[in-house]
């Protein structure tokens, strides 16, 4: 290039997905009390776990985790992850969302969270009650399906936000991570190694009371 030719670049990074992770939103100390509390409630097998269970399926409104004031009112868990949600909607320009259904799950030692999305949630989130360093990451693959063929593993020169083909966080106690409902997520078939590994897990909704 002519080093007295001027041009006008353009660099247009478009169509981001934006995944945030808040750490340690409760104390070790608050997580503990939770655990504790979740391990008395109902859970069954769910299709997304392998060796795990889940209070989401057929539960009533009336039994979801953010409706339990004797499980989360002392702690004013809602009140913080609404705080972070409207940072999230803030930052993407949109209106803010409400809850819309809530559940925790558990993995036992070699449990596996299959790679699945959150149909219909506008952000869906994921907070770490009890986890530790042998815990499965949470995975999020890419959602640009022609990623996979245009920039395969193959000519990769190194990764980069336009480069990878998922991406994973490790997760800490007491950690909220907020992602589009859309987006497939797991552990990518890598097995727990954490006793009772329990997270909980909310969809929500567009509120429509916006001026």
């Not at 945030?20 to 939770?34: L, N, Q, R």
């Not at 009533?60 to 985790?65: A, F, K, N, T």
């Amino acid at each position: 290039m002519n080093n007295e030719q001027h041009i006008d670049i353009v660099c247009a990074d478009l169509f981001p997905t934006l995944i945030v992770k808040f750490p340690e939103i409760i104390t070790h100390s608050e997580a503990e009390s939770i655990y504790e509390k979740l391990k008395t409630k109902k859970s069954i097998p769910d299709a997304t776990l392998v060796r795990g269970t889940s209070s989401y399926k057929k539960i009533s409104r009336s039994r979801e985790v953010f409706n339990d004031e004797d499980l989360l009112g002392q702690f004013g868990l809602k009140n913080k992850i609404k705080k972070c949600l409207d940072f999230y909607t803030d930052r993407i320009g949109i209106f803010p969302v409400e809850f819309e259904n809530s559940w925790f799950a558990m993995q036992d030692i070699g449990g596996i969270l299959k790679q699945h999305h959150h149909g219909g949630s506008v952000i869906s989130g994921a907070l770490f009650v009890n986890v530790d360093e042998k815990s499965n990451q949470i995975v999020f693959d890419n959602p640009n399906q022609s990623n996979m063929i245009t920039f395969h593993t193959g000519i990769q020169k190194n990764l980069t936000q336009y480069t990878y083909s998922y991406y994973e966080f490790r997760p800490n106690i007491g950690d909220l991570i907020l992602f589009p409902g859309y987006i497939s997520h797991g552990s990518n078939y890598n097995p727990n190694q954490t006793k009772n590994r329990t997270i909980i897990s909310f969809n929500t909704t567009h509120t429509y009371k916006h001026n």
